[in-house]
């Protein structure tokens, strides 16, 4: 699979939100890249972690984010579904599921009901090795501020504000991959 050429499909021509995707896609790829060669005994698909880090993101473009460029008409939680979508009908269902499952650490079928969030009544939890690879790698670096990297605990603080699961799902990964 070509990467490249997906990202420059739907996100032609030079433009900031295209550098802000691409600066925050590599810097995840290049953590989820790291996990892998640190652990070995996981036997960890690298061409795949790399590909689903490059195009985890891929549907921002049609959010409503201005503060990262995106000025499109959906919420921003549904930059996942979106990027699913794009991926499924680009043939790649396995990347598919990375875009779909890598918000927070996960949304469970429960929490969408409960905040009343505009997706799917389903669960969106990362579930294999690979898709928590990305998810986990994904939380160390913000779109809106690409000059920094979170450490462990920053990572985690950040996850507070949607509840204790989140966080815990958060701090077992770190106890595996780090």
């Known amino acids: ?18 550098d802000i ?23 960890l698909d690298r061409a795949f972690l790399e590909e689903a880090a490059m195009l985890h993101d891929i549907g921002v473009f049609r959010t409503d984010a201005p503060g990262i460029e995106c000025f499109g008409d959906e919420p ?39 905040r009343g969030l505009p997706l799917p009544h389903r669960d969106f939890l990362p579930e294999t090795l690979e898709e928590q690879v990305v998810c986990y790698a994904d939380k160390f670096f913000s779109k809106s501020h690409l000059e920094r990297v979170r450490t462990v605990e920053q990572a985690a ?9 989140g966080v815990s799902r958060f701090m ?3 106890g595996m991959f780090e």
Not at 6 to 11: A, L, N, R
């Open 172 to 174: 077992k990964w770190a």
């Open 21 to 43: 995707l691409m600066r925050h896609s590599r810097d995840v790829a290049d953590r989820a890249l790291s996990i892998a060669d640190r652990h070995p005994e996981f036997g």
């Open 1 to 18: 699979m070509d990467y490249q050429k997906i990202i420059d499909k739907y996100y032609p021509g030079d433009s900031l939100l295209r």
């Open 76 to 114: 921003y939680i549904c930059h996942g579904i979106i990027g699913a979508e794009i991926m499924r009908g680009e043939g790649y269902a396995r990347h598919a599921r990375v875009c779909e499952r890598h918000t927070g650490t996960g949304i469970t079928r429960e929490a969408i009901v409960e």
């Open 157 to 165: 603080e950040s996850l507070e504000k949607f509840g204790q699961e």
